[in-house]
């Protein structure tokens, strides 16, 4: 089969051994006639001198595999109309877990409260983990890997999603009970995808629902959190906010969360997509889309995801 890796240039070193490894039976170009390619590897970016991609010439490709998970750049394109799967990769899964854990340890130890200065501070004891209310918003894998990961150690753990679809051991509720979520969320933890559902759904109202002193775990998409009621917020009762994720990334250097005291900022590391175990993903998907089988992770057009 010939697939087109239609990605950034920067892409192609990590990717090609990966892809080839894993689907040797494969031949991977980086250009070529576009009636000629059986699929595409797709990330956004592509083509790189600033154009949206035209999906129209590509009439033998039967599927369009994203090498993220997020798809909001890719959906909204009107010239796809092949099947589109986004990227679900276990070590994606793996090191959102260990970024949401990390930092949902942290705030609920209070770590950033033993100051270096030779007071002892005793009185400072946090409490175990069962004493903690934790709430993540978004219960898809990612949410479901940090949310079971959270019950391991013992938290209290709230799910929450637009559809409330259940999830094994753990209390999901569904869309319009949000406001109880968030009374809930000493930590708040927030996976969602940009949807047109999702955006700006943590505004002025939603986020002084938090309780006083809660924490914000933004690791999903910037686009979740109206920017200058979070600031606010943060000014009015809410603890900290520790942010992965923007509405303009990088992060300008003027931004006002780089320098308020009560804002982390992260560069956008919570999970990095790694070549070495999406590549079989990938590879799963291609072969099902030459052998005519259902595909993994197919996008729904209309849910954005």
Known sequence: MRVLFAAPARLWDAWAPALGAACPEMQLCRDGDP???DALI???????????????????ARVVQSLWAGVERIVTNPTLTQ???????????LGMREYCLGWALRAHLGMD????DGIWRSHLTPPLAAGR??????????????????????????GWSGSGRPVRGIEVLPGPHLPEALSRAEILICLLPDTPGTRGLLDRDRLAMLPRGATVINAG??????????LAALDNGLGHAVLDVFQTEPLPPDHPFWSHPQ???????????????????????????????????????????
């Open 35 to 37: 009636a000629g390619f």
């Open 42 to 60: 797709y990330a956004p970016g592509y083509p790189e001198d600033g154009t949206t991609l035209d999906f129209t010439p590509f009439t033998r």
């Open 83 to 93: 099947p589109l799967c986004r990227m679900v990769d276990p070590g994606l899964a």
């Open 113 to 116: 409260r033993y100051a270096q």
């Open 133 to 158: 209310s934790v709430t993540v918003l978004g219960m898809g894998e990612l949410g479901r890997a940090v949310a079971s990961a959270l019950m391991g150690l013992g938290f209290r753990v709230t």
């Open 221 to 230: 998409r910037g686009t979740l959190i109206d920017e200058q009621a979070l």
């Open 263 to 305: 804002v982390t900022v992260t560069p956008h590391v919570s999970a990095e997509t790694r070549p070495e175990s999406a590549a079989t993903v990938a590879a799963e998907n291609l072969r099902r889309a030459m052998r005519g089988e259902p595909l993994l992770h197919l996008v729904d057009r209309a849910r954005g995801y």
